[in-house]
């Protein structure tokens, strides 16, 4: 099985950067994709920022010019640094793997597509 466990949200006021990271462990062989999703109160999760094995990064629209989003592959771990950080971007956000192909107990390969953390809260307000 894989987990995947967040650090770094917490409250910041208007203005300022916080950095979040996941490691995702188990017997791993390849992620193909990582990423951040958000999940702002009474909303649904939305995308914020993925980037594929291959270095391809997407962000949501209102994020481009303040995240970065970055990946240590061998480490599978992936990063969101986040700077002048708004209001808006306040939520809980939820690292992804996905694409995802690992050794079972057995030793056998298995594929999921998708394997969630558990959300690490972020607040933005002054």
């Known amino acids: 099985q894989v987990q995947l466990v967040e650090s770094g949200g917490g409250w910041v006021q208007p203005g300022g950067s916080l950095r979040l990271s996941c490691a995702a462990s188990g017997n791993i062989f390849r992620i193909n994709t990582m990423g951040w999703y958000r999940q702002a109160p009474e909303k649904q999760r939305d995308i914020v920022g993925v980037m594929t094995s291959g270095g391809i990064k997407t962000y949501k629209e209102s994020v481009k010019g303040r995240f970065t989003i970055s990946r240590d592959i061998g480490n599978n771990t992936v990063y969101l640094q986040m700077d002048s950080l708004k209001p808006e971007d306040t939520g809980v956000y939820y690292c992804?793997?996905?694409?995802?192909?690992?050794?079972?107990?057995?030793?056998?390969?298995?594929?999921?597509?998708?394997?969630w953390g558990e959300g690490t809260p972020v607040t933005v307000s002054a």
């Open positions: 992804n793997a996905r694409g995802v192909y690992y050794y079972d107990s057995s030793g056998s390969m298995r594929h999921e597509l998708d394997f």
